[in-house]
């Protein structure tokens, strides 16, 4: 267990399975720094990862974690390269026995390991403490402030508070929860002269309350950035999912001013998934929040900037620019865009279904929800990765979770790596050939109606949580009468243009479309969104780097 997490002097983290090991490492870093940090000792990895983001949730400073190489369950190497996501800034050292030290070389690469110490330490003047001495004075001298946090009073059934809980967690905005109807959340409503009528009341860093924020708005008070620093770019991304974020990263790093445009929260549909474990240097798996969480910072690191909750409403062409709008009636433009818009889920035609929407019927958002399934009997709707990856999630802290699929197998569109983690988790039933007729509930979800597609038959079951991951609609409304879709409203691109051999309508250039570009030269488009496209975080990311390829090229030659 680690110890218990109060918001004191900045932070110095070790982690030992062993007991007495543990023990010695926190008594030698208390002799010598215990009068200006505060020693965090946890006997796990699982157990120190929750330290870490309690620290973080409470704008807590950590300045060096150190590991032991050897545990169970998750060894050292594994801890600090998920630590690494909640404390990038945190300088980390690897405890390590001479016959690991292959393995703690290694780390170097796989988690920017800073420092490796072989055990004993002894005597800790000569051996731990100048080593500590240099990290800690690294530390000081590097970016880290902390990140204050960001308060959110609400009820567990508001939509509004749920939508914003979301928001926070998708855009890795620190915040603390306080239910409206507990002391301290009652004590916030209080200060902000307000009755809890209206919820949610999100308390900045600063101390304004803005009650049931917008996106926007909140953006703006929460530090992320909504405004470009400039009218004009080489390059505009619009979506901030993978395929988005591969094209920021390749743009900027290939010095192409490039700005990408996110009406949400970066990471998309993958950065709502628990954990992805089919893609490519990842053998464990990583969560979504995690891959696109680093994306993010790698894209910002090459100066690629990113905008957050603007709505994208058209796009026009004049001459050699292309003019990017959003909803407020500003507006950016560029040489080039690629647009990686993805998709959103399908809602479910249910009855009932659009009205607790937020109440208890949620839509991709298993990872803020879950914590409160804890013991819960929880019903996942779909057939596809996405619902697995949910269903396994869920079943972590839930007493029971029902996958609910039309179809009449789970292989037919789930992978079967997921299929087979489903079927040996105790906890998950599958239900195949069962639609969701209608959801039932005063002010939250209580009870549904099931039906057996081949039987007719319908069932009334109990249960205050659903989540519904039925498939997904492009969102490219907003590009009609300028870009070519397909009767789905997915976009249409390089050979899909030219079935016969002609130029699509209007193109006047003498050379056919990039195999990635649209109908409107300059415009491009990657991921999710394209017509005929893999549905794969891996392919979508290929096809932004792709897409930025093929932009240079087309800013070659114009």
Same mark, same amino acid.
């Given at each position: ?226 405004? !470009?620093?400039?009218?004009?770019? /080489?390059?505009? &991304? $619009? +979506? =901030? ?5 591969? *094209? #920021?990263? %390749? ?119 879950? !914590?409160?399934?804890?013991?819960? /009997?929880?019903? &996942? $709707? +779909? =057939? ?5 990856? *949910? #269903?396994? %999630? ?128 300059? &415009? ?9 496209? #893999? ?24």
């Amino acid at each position: 267990m680690a110890q218990a997490v109060e918001p004191t002097r900045t932070v110095i983290m070790t982690v030992d399975d062993d007991p007495g090991v543990s023990r010695a490492v926190a008594r030698d870093l208390r002799r010598r720094y215990g009068a200006s940090y505060r020693i965090v000792r946890a006997e796990s990895g699982e157990s120190a990862l929750d330290a870490l983001r309690e620290l973080k949730l409470r704008g807590d400073l950590v300045a060096v974690i150190l590991a032991d190489y050897r545990m169970p369950q998750m060894n050292g190497i594994e801890f600090l390269e998920q630590a690494l996501d909640v404390y990038p800034g945190a300088r980390r050292v690897l405890l390590t026995a001479y016959a690991d030290t292959n393995a703690a070389i290694d780390a170097i690469n796989v988690v920017d390991l800073d420092h490796y110490l072989l055990k004993p330490w002894d005597p800790p003047e000569e051996k731990l403490y100048p080593v500590l001495d240099d990290l800690l004075q690294a530390w000081r001298c590097s970016d880290y402030r902390p990140v204050p946090s960001t308060k959110v009073v609400g009820h567990r059934w508001s939509a509004r508070s749920s939508q914003v809980r979301e928001f926070l967690a998708r855009n890795q905005v620190p915040y603390r929860w306080y239910s409206s109807d507990e002391p301290e959340g009652r004590r916030l409503l209080a200060a902000a002269g307000q009755d809890g009528q209206r919820l949610p009341l999100v308390v900045t860093p600063d101390g304004t309350p803005l009650l049931e924020p917008e996106a926007p708005e909140l953006a703006a008070h929460v530090g992320l950035a909504t405004t !470009p620093a400039a009218d004009f770019y /080489d390059l505009v &991304v $619009v +979506g =901030g999912g993978p395929a988005g974020l591969g *094209a #920021a990263v %390749y743009g900027a790093s290939e010095g192409l001013r490039t700005v990408l445009v996110e009406r949400s929260a970066t990471g998309g549909q993958a950065g709502q998934s628990s954990r992805i474990e089919n893609y490519l240097g990842f053998p464990d798996g990583v969560s979504g929040a995690q891959l696109t969480g680093r994306a993010r910072r790698q894209a910002a690191r090459f100066g690629a900037e990113i905008l957050t909750a603007r709505e994208v409403t058209g796009l026009e062409v004049s001459g050699a620019a292309r003019t990017v709008r959003f909803s407020d009636g500003s507006a950016v433009a560029a040489h080039s865009v690629i647009l990686a818009t993805g998709v959103s889920y399908r809602q479910l035609p249910a009855a009932g279904a659009r009205e607790l929407t937020g109440c208890g019927v949620f839509y991709g958002s298993a990872l803020t929800e879950a !914590p409160s399934c804890q013991g819960q /009997d929880v019903y &996942v $709707v +779909g =057939g596809a990765n996405s619902a697995g990856q *949910a #269903a396994m %999630y869920l079943a972590r802290g839930a007493k029971s979770v029902t996958l609910l699929a039309r179809g009449s197998s789970l292989s037919a569109s789930m992978s079967y790596y997921l299929v087979q983690q489903i079927e040996e988790a105790p906890n998950i039933s599958v239900r195949t050939g069962t639609v969701v007729e209608a959801a039932h509930g005063s002010g939250h979800l209580e009870k549904l109606t099931l039906r057996d597609t081949e039987s007719g038959r319908s069932e009334l079951v109990d249960t205050q949580w659903m989540f519904v991951f039925i498939g997904a609609a492009p969102l490219t409304d907003w590009l009609d009468g300028t870009v070519l879709r397909d009767g789905h409203g997915f976009i249409l691109a390089g050979p899909d243009l030219t079935p016969d051999g002609r130029p699509p309508p209007g193109w006047e250039l003498d050379r056919p479309p990039y195999h990635l570009e649209t109908n409107v030269p300059g &415009v491009f488009v990657a991921g999710d969104a394209r017509a005929e496209s #893999a549905k794969r975080v891996a392919s979508a990311v290929g096809e932004g780097a792709m897409a930025v390829m093929l932009a240079h090229r087309y800013l070659e030659q114009s």
